[in-house]
């Protein structure tokens, strides 16, 4: 919880001050009545009745201020709600290197069941759309709000070529995200870029990761796979075991580049706790409400406790 106002839950300070102040008082009653009574007349002159009850109503009062001053000061709480625009595009490596089975059942394979999993938890107004890249990319669904249409893309997502062109695949989501309108407005974008090494074709991938932050579109990587993942090549007539470690070090400088974050993933189920972290980031917004009428509700409820208190047990306000 935060406060619009928090200058004004300075006077806290005074309730401590006013409640030794209450207790003071209470001695000095009995104290003078007993000075002018005898001892055996005390229960007459300064009686007890009706006991401890008697500072319940002070307790409420008390009280009611602590809650009233903690209203004026404003109290707010930050929820998060589904957007009502947005535009994100997935973008999937499915260069050789993502048929490697270090990752259950192949990294490609891993890699759709997640994606299929975020979509799935997007609010409804999101637009979500799909590419791929290998040595050049392809957009296979342009962001939509049919997310039936998405899951179908992520379903086309096959493995094959040679080379992985990060970096044209971020220009590409970013050209279509950034010629997005909604309702005369481009809706804030971002891009989920899903690969398990670095860019060995096309243009350099840093640049491109700052062109995105240009235009205001955050990139947000995965990085799948193991140190030890290997594929079947041909060489030299015969199929010999090739290693494709993951590469993490691009990929994380992308999403700095571009102010997103960076995740990895050595297994199927952590990548689809990413994927459903980033559904829950991207498809929803942290807003403030304010809980202001609550806290006056409760105050203004004590004070009319403490005087209903006050006139039963004391037959007066307090």
């Avoid at 695949?169 to 309702?183: D, F, H, K, T």
Wanted: hydrophobic share 50%.
């Amino acid at each position: 919880m935060s406060f619009d106002w928090p200058f004004v839950l300075i006077g806290l300070a005074a309730l401590p001050v006013a409640a030794a102040w209450y207790a003071r008082q209470q001695r000095r009653r009995v104290e003078a009545a007993l000075a002018f009574s005898q001892p055996h007349m005390a229960a007459s002159v300064a009686p007890r009745r009706p006991g401890r009850s008697r500072h319940l109503p002070m307790l409420a009062f008390l009280l009611a201020a602590a809650v009233l001053i903690v209203a004026a000061a404003r109290p707010q709480r930050t929820v998060a709600v589904p957007v009502q625009s947005a535009a994100i595009m997935l973008a999937n490596d499915v260069s050789d290197s993502m048929t490697a089975t270090d990752v259950r059942p192949t990294r490609l394979a891993a890699a759709k069941r997640a994606a299929q999993r975020f979509v799935a938890a997007l609010p409804a107004a999101a637009q979500v759309g799909q590419m791929q890249f290998a040595r050049e990319p392809r957009i296979l669904q342009s962001p939509t709000t049919d997310h039936a249409l998405a899951q179908a893309a992520i379903a086309r997502l096959r493995p094959g070529g040679g080379g992985t062109a990060i970096g044209d695949a971020i220009e590409l989501a970013v050209r279509m995200l950034a010629s997005l309108r909604q309702n005369g407005r481009r809706p804030p974008g971002a891009i989920v870029l899903l690969s398990d090494g670095g860019s060995n074709v096309g243009v350099s991938s840093v640049a491109a990761a700052r062109m995105a932050r240009s235009q205001h579109i955050p990139i947000y990587t995965i990085a799948l796979g193991t140190p030890y993942g290997s594929i079947p090549i041909r060489r030299h007539g015969q199929t010999v075991s090739a290693p494709v470690p993951v590469s993490t070090q691009e990929l994380a400088r992308i999403a700095s580049q571009s102010g997103g974050r960076t995740f990895t993933a050595a297994d199927s189920a952590r990548a689809s706790a990413v994927y459903g972290h980033l559904a829950a980031l991207l498809g929803h917004r942290d807003v403030k409400r304010e809980l202001t009428a609550g806290f006056a509700g409760v105050g203004l409820a004590l004070l009319v406790i403490g005087g209903g208190l006050s006139l039963t047990l004391l037959a007066r306000l307090a």
